[in-house]
């Protein structure tokens, strides 16, 4: 009897189980998600990872904690969920500088917007007389791998004075390092100041930069690296601990990079090749490489985001009178289009493109280019119908 209800057991168990697998759905394959760790971590930078991941994604912060009093967000996952790009909801805005000369405007909150603020504080409005600029908040994904390629390979690819006469002339953002920061070994520096590549102006140095600048300026969080807080504008105790800061680096650090969909798919190739013929490639580099890395799994590696990490003049259309570092209020750095094909899954179902989302799809996206990449945006219009939707098909395939 006993062995009868052991065996009883087991069969329901197993019966359970495939239940259950076909009621449940199955997890989506990797090429259509944007977050994960690249391969190759170790069992420690596993657990970094994860525990980076936990700090972006899951902690969320309340006034108890440190929130505010005016803020832009709760979370940094409220604004890139699933690590793909933000949606307008939670675009920020920019305000306060039109030239190299810097922000005229810190004074009065510049140089970010907090449109949010706890009860019995009010927030910010933009000041009279600012410029500004909203800023859709980008994907997160392979930003490790951005973060190592040398600056000398991105000074190989700037043409600032558009030596080669083909209309675009990428420039990098020199920009002076924040105390907090120490330059890479292989840095270049010109007058002082360091090649800057995170951010729709690259006015981030590296993920550590970006980082700190994010839980200040859209959470209200002060750190040991900048104690400023936004409301009061004194230096006050760390509200996040240096630990967490550098676990949310590494986590930004080692997220995968995106895995292209369909690449063999007769049109996809087509379209790829029609990508670099209209002269999209100019700034858009498929192939780009990192230096040495402690963390092997980034080091020495080949990877396509399609990006030279240069500013570039986008013309009067995409002229916000705002701007940052040394860049022109036209200038805007060239995004990366690996996860483009996934971008609606964090946009709400549809796309929200450019540094504003104001382009809601691609090809108004490409319609919209002007300046440097006026050539280009002619070059696409003259494609045939077909041949802007094989375009189109390789752009979702990234």
Known sequence: MKKLKIITAIILVITGVVACEKILPKAPPDDELLDGPVEGLSYEQNRRFLAGDVAFNDEV?????????IFVATSCGSCHAGDGKGHPFTTLTRFGQIDSNGNQFLHLGGPQLQNRALPGYSPEQIPAGATFSKFTPPAN??????ELVSDADILAMADPNDANADGISGVPNWITLPSFIDPNPNAITQNGKYIHRFGKKAAAYNLLHQTVNAYNQDIGITSTFQ?????????????????????????LQTL????????????VVQGKNIFIQARCESCHKQTLKTEFSLVAALSNKTFHPYTDLL????????????????????????P???????SPNSQGG???????????????????HGGEAQQ?????????????NNLIKFLKSL
Request: avoid cysteine; charge should be negative; glycine fraction near 10%.
């Open 350 to 368: 549809q796309y929200f493109l450019l540094h504003d989302g104001r382009a809601k799809s691609i090809e108004e996206a490409i319609l919209l």
């Open 311 to 334: 500013l570039h003049d986008m013309g009067p259309g995409l002229d916000d009178g705002y701007t940052e570092g040394n860049a022109k209020t036209s200038e805007w750095r060239t």
């Open 141 to 146: 994904t392979g930003l490790g791998f951005l």
């Open 256 to 267: 995968k990079t995106p895995i292209q969909r369909n690449q063999n798919d007769a049109e």
């Open 336 to 342: 990366p289009l690996w996860g483009l094909g996934l």
């Open 227 to 251: 104690p400023k807080d936004v409301y009061s504008g004194l230096n006050i105790d760390p509200e996040v601990s240096d630990v967490t800061i550098h676990n949310v680096v590494f986590y």
């Open 61 to 69: 912060f309340t006034s108890q904690t440190g929130l505010g009093s």
């Open 376 to 388: 280009s945006k002619e070059n696409f219009q003259q494609l045939s119908a077909q041949e802007r």
